[in-house]
């Protein structure tokens, strides 16, 4: 029996009672299951610290994104914004800077690349490997290309290359029965600029120009500003679109217009709007986040009764501040004017309403009034935003960074009670095996004892 007391725990539950007659590894289980309460209790701590520190996070978040939507709203060129309007649908502008003006112009013609159908030369006029030199029209800068060898595919190959700057196709002016191909070539890039002819090396070494006939024309998009007046001037572009043609505004054409067109910039509303909304938007999702975390919620206790319970977020001192402090802003006052003359306004549920009807009249009639009031009730949110999400000294980051703490170390605890827990189990299966191999000598020698006192009263008689 002294094998017993060495063995290891595997072994000593394989013995369990066998002298005592007990269930020792159930008393070993139950003995563990008392002390593992402590870290039962420990883990129930930190999944609820978990749950706060997820609650803030996702609110910290939605803070930081209002003090964005604040900032934008508070900054004066975001007030600055123009849009354009086009009294044809073929011209677009794209516009955001730029001061309120008005321009009229017809358009000539549109961009277009050069596009001309030549015929390949037999491979024994041309030099082995074929060799190819693109010239562009304007600068006179030539761009040589060699092909694997004088079959069709192997040239388009190569005059398609991007170091030629074409584009290069096969057409069949042929029939199926009896085809005929010549090649397209296209230059890659539109405008006079585009321009090209093309060249190949003769059997002679000698350079052969390749006839060219034209399908489309290099050109240039040209539109003409103040048609019809003494001060009339072409413009043209490379490409469809006149970067620049009025300070910060790029105005793009997509067909030939020669009525007159108007180009009107003028202030973009719809942005100045929408700064509105964005920011009530952003307040809102803010508010909506510390209801919902802080909401009580109602059940039913064992006995019957009722049990309420608070939200993640009610015992958090921070949340109730910033909360406060949101609704605080509606009191903001900027340029002598409300935030409520503008159509903004806290309603009975704590959030803020936009009436963007409201908004628009006081926007029509007083642009400068309402920029001045929103950009101030803007900078007192961005503050009250920035206070509880900056990233060093936010009141809610503070409590994020606190409460991810509270949970590692609980975690580090809960880990460490799994070491405790084996180490204890370890020594109770021990402790027990040992219980039994003492009984079992004990009970080896009440044996033996009663063998030498049989035999005894046996040589007595």
Known sequence: MASVGSSTSSSTLQISGLVSGMDTA???????????QQQTLL????STASGVSGALKSLNTKTASLKDAADAAAKATSWQRTSATSSATSVTAVTSFAAPSTVSFTVDRLASAQSSLTQLPAASAMSTPPRFTVTNTLTGVP??????SGSLADVLSALGGTSAGLHASAINLGTNAAPSYSLQLTSATAGAAGAFT???EGADG??????LTQVGAAADAQITLFPGTTAAKPVTSATNTFSGLMSGVDVTVSKVETTPVTLAVGSDDKARTKLATDLVSNLNLVLGEITAQTASKTSTASDGGSLVKGGVLTSSSAVRALKQAMLGTASTTTAGGSVAQLGLSLEKDGTFKLDEAAFASALAKDPKKVEAVLAGFAKAVAGVADSASNASTGTLSLEVKAQESLVRDLGERVSAWDD???LRRSALEKQYAALEVSLSKLQSQSTWLAGQLSSLSSNGN
């Open 26 to 36: 159930a008393l070993v289980d139950s003995l563990i299951a008392v002390e593992k």
């Open 43 to 46: 883990a129930t701590k930190q």
């Open 143 to 148: 761009t040589t290309v060699t092909a694997t």
């Open 198 to 200: 093309v060249s190949y």
């Open 206 to 211: 000698e350079p052969v120009a390749m006839a």
């Open 420 to 422: 405790r827990l084996a």
